[in-house]
């Protein structure tokens, strides 16, 4: 597999965003209260696109990656504090190959809720500098009280080594569904 196919996996490990708040039977305003607790990933998908230069040569890559075997959870603590724990499969695939690598957690730090969006700071950034420096926006796309939370989110992030001769551009759009 190619080394700058990594960079969607490396950049973007979870990354969440969404919005929607109808319940079975009308409207309902969704809280902070609603996100505390323990929320299982079952799915965390992907389209993206790596644009750039990798060891002095052009790259514009598109693809798409998704986890498997996920038994990755992430608990929002009543005191902002956010933690995830738990392995899953991450599988990334471009037009010419595919590859899976197993991956652990995806970070810990403090979160908060406003409006129709989560934000979570402290989320691996696996690019080479430990964190993200700014929290991830995550919209809510879907919701049921107590079971359900859709989260929809979008990168946009270029990362640079001159050492090496890499600048690459990495765009995606995550999809993510976690459950009770």
Not at 76 to 89: A, N, P, Q, T, V
Not at 107 to 124: A, K, V
């Amino acid at each position: 597999m190619s080394k700058y196919l990594l960079f969607p996996l490396i950049v973007g490990t979870l990354l969440f965003s969404g919005c929607g708040k109808e319940e079975e039977e009308g409207e309902y305003v969704i809280t902070e209260a609603d996100m505390v607790g323990t929320w299982n990933v079952d799915v965390f998908e992907s389209t993206y696109n790596v644009s750039g230069i990798f060891l002095g040569s052009d790259v514009d890559d598109d693809g798409t990656s998704s986890i498997s075997n996920s038994a990755l959870r992430v608990q929002l603590l009543e005191d902002g504090s956010w933690i995830s724990s738990g392995d899953y499969s991450l599988t990334v695939t471009t037009e010419s190959e595919s590859e899976t690598t197993e991956q652990v957690g995806i970070g810990e730090g403090n979160w908060s809720f406003r409006r129709d969006t989560l934000f979570l700071d402290g989320m691996i950034n696996h690019g080479g500098n430990g964190r993200f420096e700014t929290p991830q926006e995550c919209t809510i796309t879907s919701f049921t009280k107590d079971r359900e939370l859709g989260l929809k989110t979008r990168i946009d992030q270029t990362d640079s080594n001159a050492d090496y001769g890499i600048t690459l551009r990495t765009r995606a759009d995550w999809n993510i569904l976690l459950v009770r």
